[in-house]
């Protein structure tokens, strides 16, 4: 039988796709290099020579999710109709990556993993802007929100959910988190000038 030879980039995209199973079903702490070469039924030279070790490849996996979210984020923005508001709740439900992925991510909340946790939420917090700068725009366009400085607005607010829900930054506890989901809705309200009850989606079913 031919020996099939996989181009580098197909290559490259098995080893992260077999990786983030991997981590997904065992977690991070638990998958080694030797697991995915196991998986593959591949050389150790084949492994190191697109990723160094663990940490590196597990770095390319989350990049892979964020950059697969951030497509589905724009498509959203750029294809589907509605108001501003409308497009704003479907794209803050889009941008939850922890429901399908919540034990690759625990990985970042390692030791060894904490800077990659920073370049990551930064990234994300810079892209995911620019998209909530443009149904900004709209909303002040259709006269929903008022507001100057759009994607300064839009990081302002990405930023600061961010670091006020994220368990993996600071160990917030249960009413810190209940009481800021409450919160969050009436202050976004005030801060964009929007009508009363446009953010009420953002609080939790549950609460």
């Known amino acids: ?15 992260i796709s077999t990786a983030r ?12 290099m030797q697991d995915v070469m196991d998986t593959l039924g591949i050389a150790k030279g084949t492994i190191y020579h697109y990723f160094k070790s663990k ?11 964020v950059e697969a979210n951030i497509n589905q984020m724009q498509t959203i923005v750029e294809t589907r109709s509605g108001t501003a508001l409308e497009k704003i709740k479907l794209l803050a439900q889009a941008g939850n990556i922890s429901a399908e992925n919540a034990n690759i991510l ?27 700068e443009q ?12 507001v100057n400085n759009p994607l300064e607005c839009a990081e302002l607010i990405l930023a ?22 409450h919160a969050f809705p009436k202050l976004l309200e005030q801060f964009l000038k929007a ?5 009420d989606f953002m609080i939790p079913n549950n609460s």
């Open 135 to 146: 149904l900004i725009i709209q909303a002040c366009k259709e006269g929903i929100f008022t």
């Open 106 to 132: 625990q990985g970042l909340h390692q030791p060894d993993t904490s800077a990659l946790h920073s370049r990551i939420l930064a990234s994300m917090i810079t892209k995911q802007a620019t998209l909530y």
């Open 21 to 32: 199973h991997l981590f997904q079903t065992k977690g991070y702490d638990d998958v080694t």
């Open 1 to 15: 039988m031919a020996r099939i030879v996989k181009s580098l980039t197909d290559r490259k995209s098995e080893l």
């Open 160 to 181: 600061g959910i961010q670091f006020l829900t994220d368990k993996g930054i600071y160990p917030w506890s249960p009413e810190d988190l209940h009481r800021r989901a």
């Open 195 to 199: 009508p009363t009850g446009s953010f």
């Open 55 to 65: 940490e590196d490849l597990f770095e390319a996996v989350i990049e892979s999710i």
